[in-house]
Every structure is written in C-alpha cells, then in structure tokens.
C-alpha cells in the first residue's frame, strides 16, 4: 500500500495511555488517506518527576505499539526522545505534524488528562485546524452516562454506580439479583496473614525486555538519572501479548486468594496476591471487559470463590468506572478543592524513604525502587500520613502521579484528592480513612519491626500516626462531627483528658514542624 502524501485528510493524535488498537480512532480512519501521529517528549516525564520506570514503561509500550500499526500498513509520524529534533512537549510537536502533513483536521480519543486535552486544542487552534475528539469507549460507562447517574446528587458514591453497571452488564448477576445474594462481599476481603506470614505464592509474571525495551531503557537512563526507580528492576507488560499473558497468570495464581488478603501487607512483599495489570490497563493494552470477564470464567468454573471474584470485579468495573467519571465530570475545578485547608508540605523522606516509621520506609523503598506498590499501601500508610499529617492536597497529588507506574492523571487524582485525602469534602468518600497505627500493626507485620509503638500517642516511643490521628480529629473537630460515618471517632477525643490531649497535639506540632523543616523525626 502506498504511503499517503502531505497534504492528508486526516492526522490520527494517538497518545501514550491510548494503545488500543480498536479504538475509535483507527475504526473511523483509513490508511490510504490518514496518517497516525505519536511522540515521546520530555514534558510528560518533568511536569512531575516521573518515575523511571514508568517513562521506560510507556517508551516501550509506544515504540511496540507503533511497529505494530505500521506492520499492519499505517503510516505512523513518530517522535523518539532522544532525536535532535524533538521539541519537547505534545504541543510543540504536534504543531510540527500539522506543518508537515498540513491535515484537513486532527482527531484524538478524548485525552485522559485535562492538560495534553488544553495543550492539544490550542496546538490546533494555532495552526488554523479543527480538532475532533472522539469518545473514549475502551470503558463500560460513557460519561454522558456518570452525568446521568450524577444529576441531582449531593454526594458520589461508588457503590451505587457499580450496582448500575452491573446490572446494566450483566456481571456476576442471575434474575436481576446478585449472584450469592449480595453486592459486594467487603467484609470477607479484610484478612491478614497473621504470624506466620502470608501462604504461599508466586510473584506476577515478569517480562524480560527485548530489544525494543532495552532502547526505550536507555534512553530513559540517559535522559532522566536523577528521577526515582531502578531500570534493571523493569519486567513490567509492554505489549498486547505481554498484557493478555499477566492476565491468565493473575487468575491462575493469585485471584482464589485475592479476595480474602487484599488488604494485607507484610513487609518486602510489594505484590503478594495483587494482579499488576492496572499499568496494562491503564495504557489500553488490556481491555476491562478481558479483565472482568476472565475474573467470572473463574468463578463459574470452580476455580475461584465468589468474594475473590467480586472484589476484583468491583475494583475494575466499579472503582475504576467510578473515578474516571468523577475526573471527566468535575475537573478542572476538582484539583483545587482542598476541604481539610491542608497546607503542610510532602516529607522530604517521601522521595528519599529515608525514615524511622517502619510501614512507610517499606512502602516508600519499595515505591522508589520499582514504582508499585498495592493499593492498601497507597491508602493506608503513605495516603494516611499526609492526611493526618495535613499536607496540601495538590503536594500528594503531585508525588502519587510521579512515582507510580500506572500513574494517569484520571484515575490518580480522585484517588488521591478524594479518597485518600479527603479534599473534596466528601464527595466521592463517606468518611476520611483516618486510623492509628493499631489499623497498620492489624493488618501487616510491621509494627514488630519498628521502634515507635501504634498503641503510644504520648513519650518517645509514640507511634507518629497515632499522635497525629488525634490531632487530625481534634483540628477538624468541627467538620468531621457533622459526618454521622466519623461521629464515633470524633466522640472518643472526649476520652482524653484535657492535659493529656494537649500533650499529644504538642507532640504533633514537633513532629509537622520537624518534616517542614526536612528533619525526619523531631
């Protein structure tokens, strides 16, 4: 087939989380007349600092992408990082494309973050095209549908729009009812491993890098060594193949026990029972329907129990669903919202893991060396300190897109803002996730291991979650009492007697003082 020539009709913007080849983009183009334009720039790994690996990953996964739409005869206009030419952000380059091929217009699935969506437009807008945007359909809900189901309500939760898509897709349903009679079987998926440790289990299928990789590698290491990670750590999925192979071993070898220890941490064990696609899925190598079809092939088939399944399930089709309709339908306002008026700046040791406070020093290392970590690790430990400790919001924000691997800005920053850090006030969570370090010493071993006590609020041994839980209740007294889901908590500040509360919120102001002033502990 013979390459198109400039002038073209159509100029395809395939972006580095849209790798899909049957996305709307391709399904309405034609390789006789359109070309497909991609480009690696140095903007989408400094805007935040991103992690090594996670540049790597998304290198990787758009070089493979684009050998394969050109094996399948489209013309792909690419930009590597390292050409001399490269100019450094989407926009420069793709006002570059436009000169080159001078497109009657350009077309993109709807971008997954507000600023390469603005950065696009006005791209366009500059060289005198129109620019199209096609719906995303790679998700169960449109977001015309999450406006439908949002009309009229005060509050988002999760729970009732994953009942809709449910039933709306028939997943784990039978006569309109629920399969096993409930919605979701949360309170079986709370286990921890005890003292003898989690059972036995293999780590996710890694995937050693090819050639390909390999340069995607290089050229991260050259270009970025001062960011977080350990490129000869990376075995992540970088293709379709790679995508669909994570999948089957997920549901092999780790779904039965998912369920019941998904909330479980243990320390040097990043990935325990969790599945590793969300990168795979986040990048579109690997459609949800897969993921969620292949979790109910499993219980039908005897070879995973139902609260297994449907924990998984809900993370996919519920969660998931859920956060990117929060993004799409209340940014770019929602980023500002700062409900707590949380001001304190990240501890330096977030980027450095350097700290006494065993749970974070695991969570931190691990998130720094290999950029993952499971989501009660995100929620729990490093989401709960900045919550407690009152950082800014956008501060959180910022350091969860630049060191996690799957990190997209639609679906980390309502789980940060919202879930974690409780900034929106409450629109998409009923309750902060606020907890003493009791909650951690439950549900991991890490307590054992550290100096500090999670039953201690008072001395040199107090745990600093615990003295900054009571200091986070007795600071926001006044909002959380209004909250019928924290009336309970904010009730038991009236424990503490008035000497003693004032000796744990001086303790909490040595401890907010100390990490502002880049210390590690007072």
Same mark, same amino acid.
């Given at each position: 087939?013979?390459?198109?020539?400039?002038?073209?009709?159509?100029?395809?913007?395939?972006?580095?989380?849209?790798?899909?080849?049957?996305?709307?983009?391709?399904?309405?183009?034609?390789?006789?007349?359109?070309?497909?334009?991609?480009?690696?720039?140095?903007?989408?790994?400094?805007?935040?600092?991103?992690?090594?690996?996670?540049?790597? &990953?998304?290198?990787?996964?758009?070089?493979?992408?684009?050998?394969?739409?050109?094996?399948?005869?489209?013309?792909?206009?690419?930009?590597?990082?390292?050409?001399?030419?490269?100019?450094?952000?989407?926009?420069?380059?793709?006002?570059?494309?436009?000169?080159?091929?001078?497109?009657?217009?350009?077309?993109?699935?709807?971008?997954?973050?507000?600023?390469?969506?603005?950065?696009?437009?006005?791209?366009?807008?500059?060289?005198?095209?129109?620019?199209?945007?096609?719906?995303?359909?790679?998700?169960?809900?449109?977001?015309?549908?999450?406006?439908?189901?949002? *009309?009229?309500?005060?509050?988002?939760?999760?729970?009732?729009?994953?009942?809709? &898509?449910?039933?709306?897709?028939?997943?784990?349903?039978?006569?309109?009812?629920?399969?096993?009679?409930?919605?979701?079987?949360?309170?079986?998926?709370?286990?921890?491993?005890?003292?003898?440790?989690?059972?036995?289990?293999?780590?996710?299928?890694?995937?050693?890098?090819?050639?390909?990789?390999?340069?995607?590698?290089?050229?991260?290491?050259?270009?970025?060594?001062?960011?977080?990670?350990?490129?000869?750590?990376?075995?992540?999925?970088?293709?379709?193949?790679?995508?669909?192979?994570?999948?089957?071993?997920?549901?092999?070898?780790?779904?039965?026990?998912?369920?019941?220890?998904?909330?479980?941490?243990?320390?040097?064990?990043?990935?325990?029972?969790?599945?590793?696609?969300?990168?795979?899925?986040?990048?579109?190598?690997?459609?949800?329907?897969?993921?969620?079809?292949?979790?109910?092939?499993?219980?039908?088939?005897?070879?995973?129990?139902?609260?297994?399944?449907?924990?998984?399930?809900?993370?996919?089709?519920?969660?998931?669903?859920?956060?990117?309709?929060?993004?799409?339908?209340?940014?770019?306002?929602?980023?500002?919202?700062?409900?707590?008026?949380?001001?304190?700046?990240?501890?330096?040791?977030?980027?450095?893991?350097?700290?006494?406070?065993?749970? &974070?020093?695991?969570?931190?290392?691990?998130?720094?060396?290999?950029?993952?970590?499971?989501?009660?690790?995100?929620?729990?430990?490093?989401?709960?300190?900045?919550?407690?400790?009152?950082?800014?919001? &956008?501060?959180?924000?910022?350091?969860?897109?630049?060191?996690?691997?799957?990190?997209?800005?639609?679906?980390?920053?309502?789980?940060?803002?919202?879930?974690?850090?409780?900034?929106?006030?409450?629109?998409?969570?009923?309750?902060?996730?606020?907890?003493?370090?009791?909650?951690?010493?439950?549900?991991?071993?890490?307590?054992?291991?550290?100096?500090?006590?999670?039953?201690?609020?008072?001395?040199?041994?107090?745990?600093?979650?615990?003295?900054?839980?009571?200091?986070?209740? *007795?600071?926001?007294?006044?909002?959380?009492?209004?909250?019928?889901?924290?009336?309970?908590?904010?009730?038991?500040?009236?424990?503490?007697?008035?000497?003693?509360?004032? *000796?744990?919120?001086?303790? *909490?102001?040595?401890?907010?003082?100390?990490?502002?002033?880049?210390?590690?502990?007072?």
């Amino acid at each position: 087939m013979a390459k198109p020539k400039p002038p073209i009709r159509k100029l395809l913007a395939v972006l580095g989380d849209q790798l899909n080849a049957d996305a709307a983009v391709w399904r309405e183009a034609d390789p006789r007349v359109d070309v497909a334009w991609m480009a690696e720039v140095a903007e989408e790994s400094t805007h935040v600092p991103s992690h090594q690996a996670r540049t790597a &990953l998304f290198l990787s996964a758009m070089r493979h992408f684009r050998d394969e739409r050109r094996a399948a005869g489209w013309t792909v206009d690419y930009r590597e990082l390292d050409e001399p030419a490269n100019a450094g952000s989407l926009a420069a380059e793709l006002r570059q494309a436009i000169a080159r091929w001078r497109p009657q217009c350009v077309e993109v699935v709807r971008p997954g973050e507000w600023r390469v969506q603005i950065a696009l437009e006005q791209a366009c807008r500059d060289e005198g095209r129109a620019l199209r945007i096609l719906e995303d359909d790679h998700f169960y809900a449109s977001l015309d549908d999450f406006r439908r189901h949002a *009309a009229g309500r005060k509050q988002l939760r999760q729970e009732f729009f994953y009942r809709e &898509l449910r039933q709306r897709h028939g997943v784990l349903m039978a006569g309109g009812k629920p399969i096993g009679g409930a919605w979701n079987f949360d309170r079986e998926n709370r286990g921890s491993f005890g003292k003898q440790g989690p059972p036995a289990h293999p780590a996710p299928r890694g995937f050693a890098p090819d050639a390909t990789t390999r340069g995607a590698i290089r050229a991260v290491a050259a270009r970025f060594a001062n960011h977080p990670g350990d490129l000869s750590l990376f075995d992540w999925p970088v293709t379709r193949h790679d995508a669909l192979a994570a999948l089957d071993d997920f549901i092999a070898c780790r779904l039965p026990r998912f369920g019941e220890y998904q909330d479980a941490m243990w320390t040097g064990e990043p990935y325990l029972f969790h599945a590793r696609l969300s990168a795979a899925l986040n990048l579109k190598l690997l459609n949800p329907r897969e993921a969620v079809d292949a979790a109910v092939e499993a219980y039908h088939g005897q070879r995973a129990p139902l609260p297994a399944v449907e924990g998984f399930v809900r993370q996919i089709l519920g969660w998931r669903e859920y956060v990117r309709g929060i993004y799409g339908v209340e940014m770019p306002a929602y980023a500002q919202r700062n409900a707590l008026g949380a001001d304190q700046p990240l501890p330096a040791f977030y980027w450095t893991g350097e700290t006494d406070m065993r749970c &974070l020093s695991d969570a931190l290392g691990q998130t720094l060396r290999i950029g993952y970590a499971h989501h009660i690790q995100r929620l729990m430990v490093t989401g709960l300190f900045a919550l407690l400790l009152g950082v800014e919001p &956008l501060q959180v924000h910022a350091w969860y897109l630049s060191v996690y691997v799957d990190a997209v800005e639609w679906v980390e920053l309502p789980n940060t803002l919202g879930m974690s850090q409780y900034a929106d006030g409450g629109l998409m969570a009923s309750k902060p996730y606020a907890a003493t370090g009791s909650y951690i010493q439950r549900m991991s071993n890490y307590c054992g291991q550290c100096r500090f006590r999670p039953t201690a609020r008072e001395g040199s041994d107090a745990c600093p979650f615990t003295v900054l839980y009571w200091d986070f209740l *007795a600071r926001n007294r006044r909002l959380l009492e209004a909250n019928p889901r924290m009336k309970l908590q904010v009730r038991n500040l009236d424990r503490l007697d008035a000497q003693e509360l004032a *000796a744990v919120r001086r303790l *909490a102001d040595r401890w907010r003082r100390a990490l502002a002033a880049g210390k590690s502990a007072p």
